[in-house]
């Protein structure tokens, strides 16, 4: 019996999505699923250039387990582009991380739970500010 998969830590609630080629009908395209984890190994490696012990460490994950993730996500994102095939992002086993939010205005840090319901602030609970980012 194999051992359960850990679970990998993503950044933010994922959508479930689907790119295909133009102008051709999805159910008559070869699928090819990437997972959530996947994608944001690709995220981490090739969008942030994060190393691969800081991004694994980011992930919950091993360095040799990041690496088997992007090399995956490469090789069906290559697949899908070569063949001209639907990329399907949906499943994976993963959590998703809180999210640090930072008013500009006061100064206030808070966090979201993603998947909380609570979805992105538009206003600093502290003061009302709308000058608020991500952190």
Known sequence: MPRPRKW????REPQPAI??????????????VLLHEELEALRLADLEGQHQAEAAAQMSV???T??????EARRKVTLAL???????????????????W????????????????QGQPQTCPQCGSPTIREK
């Open 8 to 11: 990998r830590r993503l950044h």
């Open 19 to 32: 790119f295909k080629p133009v102008g051709l009908p999805l159910e008559t395209l070869e699928q090819v």
């Open 62 to 64: 091993s360095r040799s």
């Open 66 to 71: 990041f690496q088997r993730l992007v090399t």
């Open 82 to 100: 070569v063949n001209g095939a639907a990329l399907h992002i949906e499943g994976g086993t993963f959590r998703v991380m809180v999210v640090r």
């Open 102 to 117: 930072h008013c500009a205005g006061c100064g206030y840090d808070w966090d979201i739970v993603h998947g909380s319901g």
